[in-house]
């Protein structure tokens, strides 16, 4: 069985709700996890938007969290990772947590990106999302992801 990512609330490749874009509601849609590798120590999720390069100049990092508890099935809507013991990066806005899709000028696509990973990351909260790719590299074990669309209002 191999890792899964999937989201009750919109289908991959689908429109993301308005509710959880970052003019809205601004909270995370729900997650569903499945097909965890037995020998995983943590999860690492990451929102971000690859269409934002042609506008931004670069991958639009939404949402950075690891040392996610690998026994976790489901990432509930407006989850606080703090309370289970996940730590939280800086999202491209400047800010820790969730940072809802915001395009500035089309419908973009947004990818959920999980990895379960084979130790869990000595990265203090705040971190980068070059200082945590660079912290799961070589420790990979699985990977799996989900995409939606978010068109601006």
């Known amino acids: 069985m191999s890792l899964r990512l999937t989201s009750p609330a919109f289908d991959d490749g689908e429109p993301i709700p308005e509710r959880y874009g970052r003019e809205r509601e601004n909270v995370n849609p729900p997650l569903a996890v499945g097909g965890v590798p037995a020998d995983a120590k943590s999860l690492v999720l990451v929102v971000d938007d690859p269409d934002a390069e042609a506008v931004a100049g670069k991958v639009w990092n939404h949402w950075l969290v690891w040392n996610v508890d690998p026994d976790v099935s489901e990432i509930p809507e407006s989850w606080s990772p703090g309370q289970n013991g996940a730590i939280e990066g800086k999202n ?14 089309r419908r ?3 990818r959920f990106r999980l990895w379960a990973l084979d130790r ?21 074990l699985a990977e799996a992801s989900l995409s939606g669309t978010y068109d601006p209002s």
């Open 108 to 110: 973009h696509r947004y």
């Open 120 to 140: 869990e990351l000595a990265l203090v909260a705040g971190a980068t999302r070059r200082e945590l790719d660079a912290a799961m590299q070589g420790h990979v």
């Open 92 to 105: 491209d806005y400047g800010e820790l947590g969730y940072g809802g899709p915001n395009p500035p000028d």
